[in-house]
């Protein structure tokens, strides 16, 4: 097969190259503006080719398309992290663009199907809880949580005038060795093993669920061969819920360290007070249990790539 993954630079879309590389026959492209991600996390495998590209672009990726012959899509570029996405939210809006090229191109160059890496934040402050993908209403009005929404209509569009299949995963917090300070268990560990104070804006009480990386990646693979994940709407994360207060101590108690819990005024916004999945359909394609949070910080704690540079 023939996959491509924009925003393959990144946490998420790096750690699936690598999975979808392993298996030899497989040929994964991958392409990134490097805005946010960083070419270090590209798998160096022969069947892994990286390419410098702007997805918002369409001059500069419609020779791609043209280029190879994509089996599936999988469109995780995308501005991210709360503060950047606030403080750029015209950047943030220009994703819009990136969506409809990958769809147009996508239409017309034979793709199978297209998966989109929407977000937990179309939730918004939640109605429930935990948040189900067909009945919890979408209540974000933040940029990045309104391209998203935006994103997902175009696929449900795109399928409705093409044919075009596609799967919408809504990631909620995925962690693992290759995520950036950006997010909020790589910060805390890094400030416990350099010894500095973990800061949390507010009191803390806001919940959150955290998702190792393997889990996400062996969810969203084992959802190419599922037929009844063609056309639907995933929530990808864990179900246990936790404040941000309870996290900063688990990291605290697991490094050992001496760090300090100094707490800021609460962030004006982009904070949601809480999250957490319903992942029934998660967990059937995984068959298992998701790895406990306690011991993929240890995996981070121990991976030489968290300590610090």
């Known amino acids: 097969m023939n996959y491509l993954i924009t925003g393959g630079a990144g946490n998420i879309g790096s750690s699936l190259a690598s999975k979808l590389s392993e298996d030899k026959d497989n040929v994964v492209i991958i392409l990134d503006n490097l805005s946010t991600g960083h070419f270090s996390k590209v798998p160096q495998r022969e069947n892994v080719k990286f390419i410098k590209c702007d997805v918002n672009d369409y001059r500069d990726i419609a020779p791609v398309f043209g280029r190879y012959q994509f089996d599936y899509v999988f469109h995780y570029a995308a501005v991210v992290g709360v503060q950047r996405t606030l403080q750029n939210p015209l950047q943030v809006l220009n994703d819009c663009k990136g969506m409809e090229n990958i769809l147009k191109l996508s239409k017309n160059t034979g793709v199978k199907r297209v998966f989109y890496s929407s977000s937990s934040e179309v939730y918004g402050e939640p109605f429930e809880i935990p948040q189900r993908e067909h009945s919890t209403p979408l209540n974000s009005k933040l940029p990045y949580a309104i391209v998203k929404n935006i994103s997902e209509a175009y696929c449900r569009s795109y399928y409705q005038e093409y044919g075009l299949e596609y799967t919408i995963f809504r990631f909620f917090n995925t962690y693992g060795p290759n995520q950036s300070e950006d997010f909020v268990i790589p910060r805390f560990l890094k400030r416990a093993l350099l010894g500095e104070d973990i800061i949390i804006y507010g009191d803390g009480n806001q919940t959150r669920s ?61 904070d949601m007070t809480r999250r957490c999945p319903e992942i029934s359909k998660m967990k059937k394609l995984l068959k298992r249990e998701l790895l406990p949070l306690d011991e993929g910080i240890k995996k981070l704690f121990f991976h030489k790539e968290v300590i610090v540079e």
């Open 210 to 270: 955290f998702c190792y990386i393997d889990d996400n990646v062996e969810a969203c693979i084992n959802s190419i061969e599922d037929k009844s994940c063609i056309n639907e709407v995933i929530n990808i994360g864990s179900d246990r819920e936790m404040t941000v207060l309870e996290l900063a101590k688990m990291i605290l108690k697991i490094s050992g360290s001496s760090s300090q819990i100094i707490h800021h005024a609460p962030l004006k916004e982009g």
